[in-house]
Nanobody, 130 residues
Framework: VQLQESGGGSVQAGGSLRLSCAAS????????MGWFRQAPGKEREGIAT???????AYLDSVKGRFTISRDNAKNTLYLQMNSLKPEDTAVYYC?????????????????????????WGQGTQVTVSS
């Protein structure tokens, strides 16, 4: 299983970015997917999830600004990020799990404490300047 993020970069506050995550090596359409982020000195946090049936959920801090979507024909996960804020600066990771519904929680997550998705990308940096 491979997950490869792209689309990160630097943007001014109020701007937009779209992250992509290309998946391979498994039956993409039957897996739940999600986006996480980790800022320096902070725990990794789950910010958005999408089930195999397309059901979505968002962390409150990104709700209304970020949109997660998936294209099963292209085996690709997306995160459209609008109205970006400096506090959105982080490394963003996509993740996949062999469950049709996400089993992990939104918000701060620690590997030894909380359920973690099985597969992870290597991350892409997003920097938002004020």
């Amino acid at each position: 299983v491979q997950l490869q993020e792209s689309g990160g970069g630097s943007v001014q506050a109020g701007g937009s970015l779209r992250l992509s995550c290309a998946a391979s090596g498994y039956t993409y359409s039957s897996y739940s997917m999600g986006w996480f982020r980790q800022a320096p000195g902070k725990e990794r946090e789950g910010i958005a999830t999408i089930a195999s049936d397309g059901d979505t959920a968002y962390l409150d801090s990104v709700k209304g600004r970020f949109t997660i979507s998936r294209d099963n024909a292209k085996n690709t996960l997306y995160l459209q990020m609008n109205s970006l804020k400096p506090e959105d600066t982080a490394v963003y990771y996509c993740a996949a799990d062999a469950s049709t519904k996400p089993l992990w929680l939104l918000g701060p997550t620690a590997p030894l404490r909380d359920y973690q998705p099985l597969y992870w990308g290597q991350g892409t940096q997003v920097t938002v300047s004020s």
